[in-house]
């Protein structure tokens, strides 16, 4: 029954996992028959239905000149090279039948008709990976980074900063974009027109939410960290998940939104096109180390061999993405190098689903933190590839800030379940050293016992010798009389054998000895066999603490004369049966077979507590019962 839930739940979430990634795919191809929004065509777009705080896309076809910055040069050609698809790269397209290299710079131009504002207004490319300008009417609205005809001085600096341009009451306006890459190839995102101060407050606060959820991940992650090294098992611990969580900080310093933050003071100041590389690195880095996380927080066997295979395959993968031609691969593998670092996520899922009857709840909500986790790295991949038309640069962010919090209550009932086992070793252990106490001094009882016996054999001949003088002498009065004295020191109580288990033989000798000292009549019937399927640590806990419950009661009797203790223990049918009563004279209250009140409750209730304990290891039976002087307990435990 656990294992069809479990496999419920991990479909059920890779179903909601496959949904959400993949629907604002859907939501971006159906976008204007969704919003009724225009999209422009044959460069020109009209807007006459803009309502004044929208968020207008500026996608379609923009008219395209070719190595021209059309309003920073004073010169340039009118006439269009032809219309380009946006978003797209114009590597995908030729000129003079020579296909357009992915470096290199040029402008679009969309002519905007009737489209009016009372407010001010601005142009820009959220989240860009290039060097641009944005022109309305001439007017500069936007720039990002350092344009250049020579390529090797761009620098991109994902950054924009925005300026408000008064819209004039023309019937038609211009809106212009110079771009200049190294490896991007055009305009591959989706250019945005909005109210100037609408777009200003938005990226000011996306920015504010992002340091704060950035400064969260960090956080998390020092207390993983220091969690992770301090309290965790030697044999356990493992470098890959920090490693793994600092390739995940790594990877969100590189984001187009955090790049300009660190680029003179992390990555020596190169451009954000220049550094790409080292993000695909940091991102097939993460998926690879995924095979440890995978194999730590759900004890998947995955072999040395499978591991190679998958540092092998990434490493393909990157030396494809860095040395094949960066216009062969936005033409041919744009897509498709995207699609292929996703097997070994492919891989780990199904082997989880073929383990899933071994999932813990730990497990799942592990499972639930990794799918939340993945679903931000797909969107924010789709994203970043001018993939999504909504605004999800923060998705990535948020789905890690989730599913560190998750991860961190997974590991805080990891470490609740060490701390448990510690805590129960060390009980283990004490009550070790009592049992270790208990044999030393029933051991001590018996030692003190065979040197009488030694003794009163070596003194043995004198006595018959003093004898047979006597008899010679005819004194048998005096012999009578020695004969008595000698029987006294020699009548000592012999030490007991109760049962034929060493361990359980040994507690109650001890615990017999103890009741003798407090003048306690302590009754014993037990057979316990040698092999009995109890530990022995178990066996200790049960026998000892209703023991010595038995003699804290009993001496609470003031009349020596009714202190009393019965113990009878013994196989029958495939049950071992423990049976120990006592008289008391406290009031003690039971319902339901449980301990409800007693003067000694803490002490007395704490024992029962251990007994049950270990009696609900075997699966067996507890019962207590009190009536009027006389307290009760029964145990119950199949045994092999």
Request: charged content about 20%; aromatic content about 12%; proline content about 3%.
């Given at each position: 029954m656990k294992s069809r839930k479990t496999i419920f739940i991990m479909i059920l979430g890779l179903t909601i996992y496959m949904i959400l990634t993949h629907l604002p795919l859907a939501y971006t191809a159906f976008y204007h028959s969704i919003t009724h929004t225009e999209e422009a065509v044959a460069g020109e777009i009209s807007l006459e239905n803009y309502r004044g705080n929208e968020r207008i896309l500026l996608d379609g076809q923009w008219s395209f000149y070719w190595h021209q910055l059309i309003v920073s040069d004073a010169e340039h050609n009118q006439l269009a090279d032809f219309f380009i698809n946006t978003p797209g790269y114009w590597s995908d397209y030729s000129l003079e039948d020579k296909r357009l290299p992915s470096e290199g710079y040029a402008s679009y131009k969309l002519k905007v008709k009737d489209f009016s504002s009372d407010k001010p207004m601005t142009v820009?490319?959220?989240?860009?990976?290039?060097?641009?300008?944005?022109?309305?009417?001439?007017?500069?609205?936007?720039?990002?980074?350092?344009?250049?005809?020579?390529?090797?001085?761009?620098?991109?600096?994902?950054?924009?900063?925005?300026?408000?341009?008064?819209i004039s009451n023309m019937d038609e306006h211009e809106i212009i974009i110079e771009v200049a890459s190294?490896?991007?190839?055009?305009?591959?995102?989706?250019?945005?027109l909005r109210n100037y101060d609408l777009a200003y407050a938005s990226e000011n606060t996306k920015t504010h939410i992002e340091f704060m959820m950035f400064g969260m991940i960090v956080f998390a992650f020092v207390m993983m960290s220091?969690?992770?090294?301090?309290?965790?098992?030697?044999?356990?611990?493992?470098?890959?998940l920090i490693i793994m969580l600092l390739a995940v900080i790594l990877r969100i310093?590189?984001?187009?939104?955090?790049?300009?933050?660190?680029?003179?003071?992390?990555?020596?100041?190169?451009?954000?096109?220049?550094?790409?590389?080292v993000m695909f690195f940091v991102s097939f880095l993460y998926k690879y180390l995924l095979i440890y996380l995978f194999q730590e927080q759900f004890n998947l066997e995955i072999s040395r061999k499978t591991k190679q295979f998958f540092l092998a395959y990434y490493l393909g993968i990157f030396f494809i993405y860095q040395f094949v031609p960066v216009a062969f691969y936005n033409q041919y593998l744009n897509i498709a190098i995207p699609v292929?670092?996703?097997?070994?996520?492919?891989?780990?899922?199904?082997?989880?689903?073929?383990?899933?009857?071994?999932?813990?709840?730990?497990?799942l909500l592990s499972f639930v933190g990794v799918l939340i986790a993945f679903s931000g790295i797909v969107i924010?991949?789709?994203?970043?590839?001018?993939?999504?038309?909504?605004?999800?640069?923060?998705?990535?962010?948020?789905?890690?800030?989730?599913?560190?919090?998750?991860?961190?209550?997974?590991?805080?009932?990891?470490?609740?379940?060490?701390?448990?086992?510690?805590?129960?070793?060390?009980a283990r252990y004490?009550?070790?050293?009592?049992?270790?106490?208990?044999?030393?001094?029933?051991?001590?009882?018996?030692?003190?016992?065979?040197?009488?016996?030694?003794?009163?054999?070596?003194?043995?001949?004198?006595?018959?010798?003093?004898?047979?003088?006597?008899?010679?002498?005819?004194?048998?009065?005096?012999?009578d009389e020695l004969i008595q004295q000698y029987g006294k020191?020699?009548?000592?109580?012999?030490?007991?054998?109760?049962?034929?288990?060493?361990?359980?033989?040994?507690?109650?000798?001890?615990?017999?000895?103890?009741?003798?000292?407090?003048?306690?009549?302590?009754?014993?019937?037990?057979?316990?066999?040698?092999?009995?399927?109890?530990?022995?640590?178990?066996?200790?806990?049960?026998?000892?603490?209703?023991?010595?419950?038995?003699?804290?009661?009993?001496?609470?009797?003031?009349?020596?004369?009714?202190?009393?203790?019965?113990?009878?223990?013994?196989?029958?049918?495939?049950?071992?049966?423990?049976?120990v009563m006592n008289c008391h004279q406290n009031n003690v209250t039971v319902k339901e077979g449980k301990l409800i009140s007693t003067k000694n409750a803490l002490d007395h209730g704490f024992g029962l507590t251990n007994i049950r304990r270990s009696v609900d290891c075997y699966n067996g039976y507890l019962n207590i019962t009190s009536e009027e002087s006389t307290f009760s307990l029964m145990v119950a435990i199949s045994v092999h």
């Open positions: 820009y490319i959220p989240d860009f990976g290039g060097a641009y300008r944005t022109y309305i009417d001439g007017q500069l609205a936007a720039e990002s980074g350092t344009i250049s005809k020579n390529i090797s001085e761009i620098d991109v600096i994902p950054n924009a900063i925005l300026y408000p341009i008064e190294k490896r991007f190839s055009g305009l591959y995102m989706t250019p945005v220091v969690v992770y090294v301090v309290a965790f098992k030697k044999g356990r611990r493992s470098p890959w310093m590189l984001t187009t939104s955090f790049y300009s933050n660190w680029k003179e003071n992390v990555f020596f100041g190169l451009s954000y096109e220049d550094i790409n590389p292929a670092s996703f097997a070994v996520e492919t891989y780990l899922f199904w082997r989880l689903i073929r383990v899933h009857n071994r999932m813990t709840n730990g497990n924010n991949s789709y994203y970043i590839n001018g993939n999504i038309y909504l605004d999800l640069s923060m998705t990535f962010l948020i789905a890690l800030t989730i599913s560190m919090f998750i991860f961190s209550i997974v590991y805080t009932m990891h470490i609740a379940r060490v701390y448990s086992e510690i805590a129960l070793t060390s004490d009550m070790t050293k009592e049992r270790l106490s208990m044999q030393k001094e029933y051991y001590d009882s018996v030692m003190a016992q065979v040197s009488e016996t030694k003794r009163i054999k070596h003194d043995l001949h004198h006595f018959i010798g003093t004898i047979e003088v006597l008899i010679k002498s005819q004194k048998y009065n005096q012999i020191k020699i009548d000592e109580e012999p030490i007991e054998v109760y049962c034929e288990h060493v361990i359980a033989n040994s507690i109650i000798g001890y615990y017999h000895l103890k009741a003798k000292e407090k003048q306690i009549n302590l009754s014993v019937k037990t057979v316990i066999p040698p092999n009995l399927s109890i530990e022995d640590a178990e066996l200790c806990i049960i026998l000892g603490n209703a023991l010595e419950n038995a003699i804290e009661a009993s001496e609470q009797i003031e009349d020596i004369n009714k202190r009393w203790i019965s113990l009878e223990a013994n196989v029958i049918d495939g049950q071992f049966l423990i049976k």
